[in-house]
């Protein structure tokens, strides 16, 4: 079975960093897009940043310029370095990977989702 290790979630004050990191890990063949959701009380999921094959990286516009996306495929990880956090991207952060597996073709699976609080 397919599972995403995520890390680095915590509480922090406005205007600090957190770094967030996703491995994929156990039985798959190839990794496909990656990203990061978030979802904050009462909200429905929300899209942060994603890395689409032959598409490159995309951000929300609410954390454009203060997130960056980077993927490591020699590791199976996703990083996200969040700088100049706000009180609004307090939510719990989910990893999701697209994963093929000749056994049973593609599939998209979800971390255990991280939280991260920003106090103002």
């Known amino acids: 079975q397919v599972q995403l290790v995520e890390s680095g979630g915590g509480s922090v004050q406005a205007g600090d960093s957190l770094r967030l990191s996703c491995t994929v890990s156990?039985?798959?063949?190839?990794?496909?897009?990656m990203g990061w959701y978030r979802q904050a009380a009462g909200n429905q999921r929300e899209l942060v940043a994603t890395?689409?094959?032959?598409?490159?990286?995309k951000y929300a516009d609410s954390v454009q310029g203060r997130f960056v996306l980077t993927r490591e495929d020699a590791k199976e990880s996703i990083y996200l370095q969040m700088n100049n956090l706000k009180p609004e991207d307090t939510g719990v952060y989910y990893c999701k990977a697209r994963v093929f597996r000749a056994l049973d073709g593609y599939g998209d699976f979800w971390g255990q989702g991280p939280q991260v609080t920003v106090a103002s």
């Open positions: 890395n689409t094959i032959g598409d490159g990286m």
């Open positions: 156990r039985t798959f063949d190839t990794i496909g897009d």
